[in-house]
C-alpha cells in the first residue's frame, strides 16, 4: 500500500471515529433530559415515590448510557458500547412515556394529549430496552462478538423475539 493511501485510509477512519464519538455523546446528552423529564412527571404523578423511581432508576440508566458514550466513542466498532447507548435510551424513553400517560390519563385527566398512545409506547419501549441491555450484553460481551458462530442461532432467536414482541404490542387491543 503507497503512502498516499495509508494517510487516507487513516484519515478516513479517524473521521468515522470523530463521527461516532459525535453520535455517542449525542445520544447521551439526549438521555440526561429525558431522564431529567421522566422524574418531573414522577414527582408530578405520585408525590411518594419509591427509591427505585427517584434515585436508583435515573443512576442506572445514566451509567449504562455513560459507559456506553465511553466505549461507543473510543472503540466505535465494538458493539457493546452501542448496545449500552441504545438500550439505556429507548428503556428511559419509555419510561419517559408511561410518566406522560400516567399524568395525562390519572394525574390530570385531559391536561396533556395522546396518553393512552403514551402508554402503549412506553410498555413496549421499556420491554424492548431491556431486553436489548439483558439478552445482547449476554451474548456479545466483552468483544462485541458472539464468542462463536454456534451462538449464531441464538441471537437470531432474539432479535425473532424483538419483531415478535413488537408485532404483538402493536397488533393488541388497546
Known sequence: MTEGAQEQ???VGGVRRRAGAWFAWGVWTLTVPTTMLTLFFASRN???STLWDTVLLPVVILAFSTVGALVASYRPQNAIGWL???GAFVWIAGELALEYGVYALITDPGALPAGAWAVWFGTWA???GWFILVTFLLLLFPTGRLPS??????LWGA?????LYTLSSWLSPQ
Open 126 to 128: 421499556r420491554g424492548i
Open 159 to 163: 432479535v425473532g423475539f424483538i419483531v
Open 84 to 86: 449500552f447507548l441504545s
Open 149 to 154: 458462530p454456534r451462538w449464531r442461532p441464538v
Open 46 to 48: 405520585e408525590p411518594s
Open 9 to 11: 485510509n487513516r484519515s
